[in-house]
Nanobody
Framework: VQLQASGGGLVQAGGSLRLSCAAS????????IGWYRQAPGKQRELVAA???????YYANSVKGRFIISRDNAKNTVYLQMNSLKPEDTAVYYC?????????WGQGTLVTVSS
């Protein structure tokens, strides 16, 4: 499985961005796709995930502001990020779990200015 993340950029606080994670290769039997982020000097954390049955998970810090969704026809998962805060600044990574393996895309940088 190959993952291509895109959509990062510079935005002012209160603004919005949409990240995309396009999957290719052996995309069948992907169990879940998640978005992680890592801010400078901090550990990587799970932000949101969508399971194969459609259930979703959100970290408390983004609940009500971020929405994860998927387009199965395009093998793409989106992360709509609204009401962005400076503390959302980080490199965002998408991750896919397929059977017992997990796969990472390259990161995309999100910078939120105050």
């Amino acid at each position: 499985v190959q993952l291509q993340a895109s959509g990062g950029g510079l935005v002012q606080a209160g603004g919005s961005l949409r990240l995309s994670c396009a999957a290719s290769g052996s995309t069948f039997s992907i169990n879940a796709i998640g978005w992680y982020r890592q801010a400078p000097g901090k550990q990587r954390e799970l932000v949101a995930a969508i399971i194969s049955d459609g259930n979703t998970y959100y970290a408390n810090s983004v609940k009500g502001r971020f929405i994860i969704s998927r387009d199965n026809a395009k093998n793409t998962v989106y992360l709509q990020m609204n009401s962005l805060k400076p503390e959302d600044t980080a490199v965002y990574y998408c991750n896919a779990i397929r059977t017992v393996h997990d796969y990472w895309g390259q990161g995309t940088l999100v910078t939120v200015s105050s």
